[in-house]
C-alpha cells in the first residue's frame, strides 16, 4: 500500500507562485511513474504533470509555467507552479503508478483569484 500525503495548496493572486509537496510512504525509485493531476468543479480530473524515470511531461496548457520534480532522498515529489492563472483553481492530486495499480492523495485546494 502507497500512501501519498499533498500540502502546500491555497489561495494565491494571479501572477503569483505556489509549491506543492507530495510525501510517499514508500522509495519513489521504485514507482513506475510520479505525477500530479487536477480536477475543477463539474470536470475531469486531468493529467497536469507527470515523471518517470528522466522522462517529464506536462499538459499543454501548464507548459512554461509549471515544474514537476523530485527529492528521492526525502521520497518527495514536487510541483512548482508559476504565472497562475484563475483557471488554475482546482484540487490537484498527487499519484503514483506502483505495480501497475493507480494510488491518489487526498488532494489539496488551489485557488487562484483575478
Given at each position: 500500500?502507497?500512501q501519498?500525503?499533498?500540502?502546500?495548496?491555497?489561495?494565491?493572486q494571479?501572477?503569483?507562485?505556489?509549491?506543492?509537496?507530495?510525501?510517499?510512504?514508500?522509495?519513489?525509485?521504485?514507482?513506475?511513474?510520479?505525477?500530479?493531476?487536477r480536477?475543477?468543479?463539474?470536470?475531469?480530473?486531468?493529467?497536469?504533470?507527470?515523471?518517470?524515470?528522466?522522462?517529464?511531461?506536462?499538459?499543454?496548457?501548464?507548459?512554461?509555467?509549471?515544474?514537476?520534480?523530485?527529492?528521492n532522498?526525502?521520497?518527495?515529489?514536487?510541483?512548482?507552479?508559476n504565472?497562475l492563472?484563475?483557471e488554475?483553481?482546482?484540487?490537484?492530486?498527487?499519484n503514483?503508478?506502483?505495480?501497475?495499480?493507480?494510488?491518489?492523495?487526498?488532494?489539496?485546494?488551489?485557488?487562484?483569484?483575478?
Amino acid at each position: 500500500q502507497v500512501q501519498l500525503v499533498e500540502s502546500g495548496g491555497g489561495l494565491v493572486q494571479a501572477g503569483g507562485s505556489l509549491t506543492l509537496s507530495c510525501a510517499v510512504s514508500q522509495n519513489i525509485l521504485s514507482m513506475y511513474m510520479m505525477g500530479w493531476y487536477r480536477q475543477a468543479p463539474g470536470k475531469q480530473r486531468d493529467l497536469v504533470a507527470a515523471t518517470a524515470g528522466d522522462i517529464t511531461r506536462y499538459a499543454d496548457s501548464v507548459k512554461g509555467r509549471f515544474t514537476i520534480s523530485r527529492d528521492n532522498a526525502k521520497n518527495t515529489v514536487y510541483l512548482q507552479m508559476n504565472s497562475l492563472k484563475p483557471e488554475d483553481t482546482a484540487v490537484y492530486y498527487c499519484n503514483a503508478n506502483y505495480n501497475f495499480r493507480d494510488y491518489w492523495g487526498q488532494g489539496t485546494q488551489v485557488t487562484v483569484s483575478s
